[in-house]
């Protein structure tokens, strides 16, 4: 089957209910962008949980978190993430969440089959709940580990994105969010929380902002209430939703069908200079932009010579843009593109004003 092929049959934007191994082995291979996994915890809780004034906590309970042993856990745990890495493209990537009872068990798992660990990311909780018996620390975050297909793959990151998010300051690995609560919870009939570990939105947009692009496909083989697919949804993205409970699926396809995509104007994100196509100094020359023999000025006014060939020559010294200007600084390294200017009409104008002509005739 081809790329072209598969991604026509893709099930996009729709819930496949059924168990989430059988659902991925039976997608094409190479087919999804990015994966977003929150998987059973294996809280392994003895007993109910009560606070103080003995009511009791609704915690994770359901039958969908219990595993027999470690080895049960684990062994779920490889087929699973052997389905996802089938169904990734070679430049796709993968974010699990998990908590300090399986979070160390899945971050082998997934070195074990070939995933290239890029990040871990501590969400840490404005808003935790409290350790009601006082015998251990709060527990007040939860661990993201976010890795690429292979060591090789070209994944998505919109680095100035994210910083432009975290106002204009790089963003960490440590994100500081609320869980989900009040209004963004999903509620049942009689007024009960829906899914026992609903994630907040904001995790899901600084995720799918920082890690895909419009037009990706993200798969959440662990759906629940769908905050994957709702996000995906806004951003532009297309999503694909594995759940084998039809009772969660039922309220994630009610909360979709409220959710209404952001215009598209508003979809594009800040790109990384990194992601621009590069442009050699000899184009420049080649174009006619600057000719054989014209002069480039640093801000000190020493003087270089533009070469046929794109090199340039001041003081004996040859070389590139950047291996100039290094020579000439004592340094060593130089960023030639916004070091050099050259002179029209007068005025000193930044070679890099050149570079960024060529690539606007590019988009």
């Known amino acids: 089957m081809t790329t072209t092929q598969s991604a026509a049959t893709l099930p996009l934007n729709r819930i496949l209910c059924g168990d989430c191994i059988e659902a991925m082995d039976s997608l094409p291979e190479a087919s999804v962008d990015l994966i977003f996994a929150d998987p059973p915890y294996n809280l392994q809780l003895k007993g109910a949980l009560h606070r103080p004034d003995n009511s009791q906590v609704d915690a994770v309970d359901d039958a969908w978190d219990h595993f027999s042993s470690f080895a049960d ?55 935790p709940m409290p350790n009601f018996k006082g015998k251990r620390l709060t ?39 609320p869980i989900c609560s009040g209004h963004e919870r999903e509620k049942t009939p009689d007024g009960e929380k829906a899914h026992p570990t609903q994630k907040p939105q904001s995790l899901l947009h600084r995720v799918i ?14 759906f629940g209430s769908g905050t994957t697919g709702a996000v995906a949804k806004m951003l532009g993205r297309d999503f694909i939703g594995i759940e084998r409970d039809q009772g969660y699926i039922d309220i994630a396809n009610r909360r979709l069908s409220r959710v209404r995509k952001f215009d598209r104007s508003a979809l594009d994100v800040t790109q990384s200079k990194r992601a621009e196509p590069r442009i050699p100094f000899g184009q420049l020359v080649e174009r006619g932009l600057l000719r054989p023999g014209e002069k480039l000025q640093n801000s000190r006014g020493q003087v270089a010579k533009v070469r046929a ?13 950047h291996q100039v200007g290094a020579a000439l600084d004592g340094a060593p390294s130089c960023n030639g593109w916004t070091y050099w200017s050259f002179v029209r009409d007068g005025q000193r104008v930044p070679i890099d004003i050149l570079r960024q002509q060529i690539r606007a005739e590019l988009r």
């Open 309 to 321: 060939d794109g090199t340039l020559v001041a003081d004996h010294v040859t070389g590139s843009i």
């Open 209 to 222: 902002v920082g890690t895909t692009n419009p037009g990706d496909v993200v798969l959440d083989p662990f």
């Open 73 to 127: 856990y684990d062994r779920f745990t490889r087929d699973w993430l052997r389905a996802a890495r089938r169904v990734l493209k070679p430049n796709g990537a993968i974010w699990v969440i998990g908590s300090y009872h399986n979070i160390f068990r899945v971050g082998a798992a997934l070195q074990d089959q070939g995933f290239w660990i890029l990040n871990d990311v501590v969400w840490r909780k404005t808003n």
């Open 139 to 177: 527990n007040a975050h939860e661990t993201m580990i976010w890795a690429g297909r292979s060591e090789e793959a070209k994944y998505t990151f919109n680095y100035d994105a994210l910083k432009a998010l975290n106002e204009g300051v790089q963003m960490r690995s440590d994100w500081v969010l």
